[in-house]
Structures are given as C-alpha cells and as structure tokens.
C-alpha cells in the first residue's frame, strides 16, 4: 500500500482529518509514547480487579441480559473468545474499504484514550493489520448505535483468523491473509473481546470520511451559488454585511462573507448592475440556508472530534482511581442528532440548489430562452434535466427524515435506548453523493445563463476561474446531446478538485 504520511497518534486526541488520512489516503498509523501509557495504565488496572470477587461487566459477568450470569476461572478468557463470532450477525452489503480502516482507526483512538482496559497486544496487532492492508468483510447493516456491537465484531473476528478478509486485491480466508502478511491472529484476553465490539467505530469513523465530503459539497456550493449570482444577474444586497449582522443568525454573515469574497471583481457590484431590486429566495436567502449549514456542521464535527478522543466504554477503566465504572458513554444520541440536523441542513440547501437551476431556465425568471436553449425552442436543452433535479432532491428530502428514534428494545428488553448512529450518518453520507450531482446542474445552467448573457468578460477573478474550470470537463451547449456524462466530469472535478471558492 502506498505511504501517503505517517500519522501519530499520542498525547492529542486524533482529527477527523488525520482519521481520514489514514483511512481514505493510506498513511501509516503510529501509536506514540504517551497513547501506548495510557493503554498500559488501562490494563493494569484491569488486570487487578481479574482476581477480586466484586463484579465487573463483561469481565467475570457475561453480556447484556445476562449480566446475572457470573464468570471466573479460565471462562473470563474463554467467554472472550466467544464474544465476536456470537456478535457477529450483521448483514447486507459489505461496507466500503475505506469505511472499513476508518472504523478500526476509531476502535484504536477509541482505546487509546486510556478506558478499555484491552490488552496493549491487542491493540497493536490491530494497527498492525491496518498498516499491513488487511481489510476484514463487515456487513453494512445490523447496529443500532447503542456501541456498533455487529460490524465491529465482524472486525474483531476477521483479525482472530476466522471469516474473510480483503488482502492486496485479494478476497482470502482471513488466517490466510494475516499468515501472508507475518501477523499472527489477536490473542484474545480477559475483558478484550468485549473490549473490541463495545463502542461506536463504526459511526464515528464513517462521520470522518462523511466530513471530508460535506466540507468539499460546501465550498463547491459556494462556487455554484456565486456562478448563478452572475447567470442571473442577481442583486447583491443580500450578502451586505451590515444588513447580515441586523439578525446575526448563525452562520449567515460567514456565508455572506465567502460570497462576498467569491465575486469580487464582478461587475455585478455596480450600481443598477442587477435585473431585480429582489431575486427569489431561493437566491436572496442563500447566506441564511448555508449559514445553517455552517453552523450544522460544526456542531457535527464537535460531536465526532468527542468521540475520537475519549472512552465510550462500558464499563469505563478509570486507571487513576483503580475502579470499573459502569455507565452509559456508548449512547450517541447528542451525536445523531447533530448528524440528523446536518442532513437535514443540506436538505434544504437541495431545496435551494433546485429552484435556482430551475428559475435559470424559465424565461419568466431569468428573461433567457426557455430551458436556456440558445438554438431556439424546437432544441430540448436543458429541459430534461428538471426530471433528475426533481428526483434526487425527493429522495434527499427522504433521507433527510430522521431515523434516530429509538428502534425497539432488545436484550430481554434491558437495552431499550438506542440513537441508530451508523444509519443517521451513512444516510447523510447518501445525501452529499446526490447533492454532488445537484451542484453539478447548477454549475451548468449557470455558465451557460452566463454565456447567454455574454457576460463572460464581467466576472471576478474566482467565478472567471471556477467558469473555465466547468469549461475545460464540459463544453458549452450548442446542440442537443446526453447530458448525463456531463454531470458525470463535474461530479468527477468536483470529488478530485478544490473548489475556486474555497476557504
């Protein structure tokens, strides 16, 4: 596997970045000084309590319902064992490679901040299996998000030598593929494999990579909505900052700011420059729809970054005091409900999105020709293109709608709260893949509105640069041809492309 970059993780919490640089661009992963203390610390302490008489879940107890059930002698080790394949029961499509490495780097930081209690061999032969490329078979669907038991014990299983993993390209029996890359199977102990399934990887390693992608949809946005500004000839009032800061919402006036910053130099800043003394809202209150996004998304990424950098344990090791306290740190429920409200903030910049592409080809709206057809209107255009604007933003709307109310108890009806965490983020994950290909229509009909106009030559500097960039992956309309494969090159320039209107 190439060596992108090497990330550390020791005395700081790990980054949903560094999460993704590891998980999406392969850079080796490295425990320092004071992270591998805090694993040993954590054992040490656990490894007392193996020899006393009080209880301690999931070390001389067995799981969930069960936590009546005693265990002692060679059973705390044997039970262990147990604990993945009885776990693993998730199903459906499997999940991505880059999920999968995400999902181990946030078991590994996870630990790392000091309350598993999981044995530091352990723990190493998991970034062992993460730098060697070995990548278990996780079925995507089957955890509720009260700790993502199944897939992470798909993981746990796969790295023991038992189920399959993939190796170098290759789908293998996973002792197989460990034999083949000179790492022996984790050996399990008291308390590890409970240890290894009880927290919430999964959810926060997928938010990781979900970040990434949301936080470059925001700033190709950013450059659409400016684009359309200019196809549109719109008023720039909105973005003034005296009236954005008369009801500072949150976010708003840093939208308005990178707005701003977008279309300097445009000739749309001169007095009488625009059509209309108000656009429609869909243009008009962009500052305040991707405002809300802002602040939606930071308050996801603080969710996640918590997540990263402490214990959601149960029980807690707290290593300083000599104690196992039983608790509740798994439930992500203030975790999904900032991702539910991020999806739901990007639901409505869908909204948005849509009816600015569509009012760019309306002559009512624009005063341009009908579908932003410039050979007359016996030519098809743009026209079709409202049918895949309409579809995905109803099923973005779908997505939108929250699934984070508790599913039904299980466990014998002891464990009768849970958030859905992998689901609520895998599905604002869905939500970005289609608003790509939103803002990719957007970015089309509004260099073409531009082209109409003949107001090339009145751009700024950024919207000049971001107009050429759509140029060069798709040519300018001039007769009627499929258009799907050029949402496909913007939808391509925009995953592998910074953004003119970047930060």
Sequence with gaps: ????????????????????????????FVLGEHALRRISDSRAALEAMTSGSHPVYGLNTSLGASVDTPLGGDDMI?????????????????????????????????????????????????????????????????????????????MTRALMGDGEVEYRGEILPAAEALKRADLDPLDIREKDGHALVVANSLSTG??????????????????????????FRSSLSALDDSGMAARPAFGQRDAAARLRIALEGSLLWRDGAARRLQDPLSFRCAPQVWGALLQAYAQAEAATSIELGHSGDNPV????????????????TAFALTWEQLGQALAHCAVAIVNRSVKQMSPAFSALPRFLSARGQNYIAYAQLQKTLSAL??????????????PMPISDWSEDQSSMAPRVVAKTGEIVQRLRYLVAIELMSACTAIELRKEVGGLGPVMADAFQMVRKHVPPLEDDRALGPDMEALMTMMVGSEAPASR
């Design 393 to 406: 933003e109803a099923e973005i709307r779908h997505l939108a709608n929250p699934i984070s109310l508790s």
């Design 317 to 332: 090791i707290l290593a300083g005091e000599g104690r196992a306290v039983a608790n509740g740190n798994f439930d992500m």
């Design 78 to 154: 044997a039970f262990q064992r147990r604990v993945a394949p009885s776990h693993s029961v998730g199903v459906g499509p499997l999940l991505p490679t880059e999920q999968v490495r995400a999902m181990i780097v946030g078991r590994i930081s996870g630990a790392a901040a000091g309350g598993t209690g999981m044995s530091v061999g352990v723990i190493s032969g998991l970034v062992a299996a993460l730098n060697a490329g070995i990548h278990p078979l996780v079925p995507a669907w089957g955890s509720v998000g009260a700790a993502d038991l199944a897939p992470l014990a798909h």
């Design 1 to 28: 596997m190439p060596d992108a970059e090497t990330v550390v993780l020791d005395d700081a919490p790990m980054t949903p970045a560094e999460v993704v640089a590891v998980a999406r661009r392969n850079a080796r």
């Design 206 to 231: 997928t938010a990781c990579l979900v970040l990434e992608d949301i936080a470059r949809f925001i700033d190709w946005s950013f450059t659409a909505i400016g684009l359309s500004y200019e196809g």
